[in-house]
């Protein structure tokens, strides 16, 4: 298995809901993060995982909370969110956090907050 | 910190001819550098990536990018363009200070013409 798979692949949520998101793999690979993606610019980091933990926060509002429960899975929990957070949320993994070997890319979760 | 500047927002080449896409660096340390494709609503797909060794770099579709240190440059390159090329290209460098994260070019838009 080389994929990093995400589900669900579109979303639309109000403002008041609460759900996840999901990113899986299981090539081994210890660093995983999440990326956000608006409609034509690039991806800007959000969150890294390295080793099951927290390493790295790119000042993300805490209406994003990130949960990793083991090396193959990788969630993204969504709270009151605005319409400006609707975007493409893309997932991705590497084989170890100290290079970027085998970095893979999931196909994204399309956001979109009404 | 690493990062990469994209030259040029939109290009557009007729079909049959050369395709390239400027990518310049800036890195203290040796580079990892990527090029990627989105297709629209789609994510990111790898074409290809150097780390060490040959600098030359064959990725998929065709496509290839030759690392230049003296030049600090990744340029994307494709001898003859098909309209299926038509795409966002991004270029992008590893950043060793955040977990091996990529830090993204502004991307390049393709536009292939008959």
């Known amino acids: 298995d080389t994929e990093v798979t995400q589900t669900p692949k579109h979303l639309v949520m109000g403002m008041t809901n609460k759900k996840s998101l999901k990113c899986e793999q299981h090539?081994?690979?210890?660093?995983m993060y999440w990326y956000k993606q608006k409609a034509k610019k690039p991806p800007e980091l959000m969150f890294v995982?390295?080793?099951?933990?927290?390493?790295i926060n790119e000042s993300v509002p805490s209406r994003f909370s990130p949960e990793c429960p083991n090396s193959s899975l990788l969630n993204l929990h969504l709270h009151a969110l605005q319409p400006e957070d609707s975007a493409l949320y893309l997932c991705?993994?590497?084989?170890?956090?100290?290079?970027?070997?085998?970095?893979?890319f999931g196909s994204g979760t399309r956001l979109t907050v009404v | 910190a690493q990062s990469v500047t994209q030259l040029g927002s939109h290009v557009s080449v007729s079909e049959g001819a050369l395709v390239l896409l400027r990518c310049n660096y800036s890195?203290?340390?040796?580079?990892?550098l990527f090029w990627y494709v989105q297709y629209p609503n789609q994510g990111l797909q790898l074409l290809l990536k150097?780390?060490?060794?040959?600098?030359l770099v064959k990725g998929i579709n065709g496509f290839e990018a030759e690392f230049k240190k003296s030049e600090t440059s990744f340029h994307l390159t494709k001898p003859s363009a098909h309209m299926s090329d038509a795409a966002e290209y991004f270029c992008?460098?590893?950043?060793?200070?955040?977990?091996?994260?990529?830090?993204f070019g502004k991307g390049t838009s393709l536009l292939v013409t008959p």
């Open positions: 995982y390295s080793y099951e933990k927290l390493s």
């Open positions: 890195s203290s340390v040796p580079p990892y």
């Open positions: 090539m081994g690979h210890r660093a």
């Open positions: 991705a993994s590497s084989q170890i956090p100290t290079q970027a070997i085998g970095y893979t």
């Open positions: 150097y780390t060490t060794g040959a600098t």
């Open positions: 992008a460098v590893s950043v060793s200070n955040s977990g091996y994260a990529l830090n």
